[in-house]
């Protein structure tokens, strides 16, 4: 398994997966974190699972049925800073998603929802692991064997990362349970827009 172990090593993930330490300042960390402690945090539910953590969501909504509030303007520097990174316009980043996770919370093998494009996010006041593997249909056949990671990174304090291209497309990614609490705020934008 391929690992990330901070600024010393060169990152083995997948093409298009884009890793910065320190992307925030302390003092922008302080900032944004002193900010969502007055967002509203919703428990997060899905296949009748309910996940330890915790989620907001603004802007373009998973469920195209459900209206989600508009960007907080707190965010706009951080999702300015973050297109800038991507190169695409900072609107083109539709949706935002922010996870509280609490010591011992997981969130399981995902790829994120086929209508948005690049994700980009931060951690915020810990680390977390990340693992990537390829990405198996739903439908394709059943081979029978465990899937393990291929790729591993560690998502530091105050960290930033973007995925496209095959670590977005062709890859899966996890977090094992955070040892401390931990915020992600991330970013999406709709699939073919916004790029420069």
Not at 2 to 27: C, K
Not at 126 to 131: A, D, L, N, P, V
């Amino acid at each position: 398994m391929a690992l990330a172990q901070g600024p010393l090593f060169e990152a083995n993930v997948p093409d298009g997966f884009l890793y910065r330490v320190n992307f925030v300042s302390e003092e922008e960390e302080a900032a944004l974190v002193d900010e969502l402690s007055r967002i509203e945090f919703s428990i997060f539910e899905m296949r009748g699972v309910v996940a330890r953590r915790r989620v907001a969501f603004f802007g373009h909504s998973y469920d195209r049925g459900r209206v989600s509030p508009p960007l907080p303007e707190c965010l706009f520097p951080l999702r300015q800073k973050l297109a800038r990174w991507a190169n695409i316009e900072a609107d083109a980043f539709a949706m935002s998603l922010i996870n509280e996770y609490p010591p011992g919370a997981p969130i399981g093998w995902h790829r994120d929802a086929p209508q948005y494009g690049i994700v980009g996010g931060v951690s915020l006041l810990s680390s977390c692991r990340m693992r990537l593997r390829p990405y198996i249909s739903p439908g394709a056949p059943a081979r029978g064997e465990r899937r393990a990671a291929t790729h591993q990174i560690l998502l530091e304090r105050r960290s930033a990362y973007v995925m496209t291209g095959d670590s977005r497309n062709a890859f899966e990614h996890q977090i094992p349970p955070v040892t401390a609490l931990r915020y992600s705020i991330t970013f999406r934008s709709l699939r073919g827009e916004g790029t420069r």
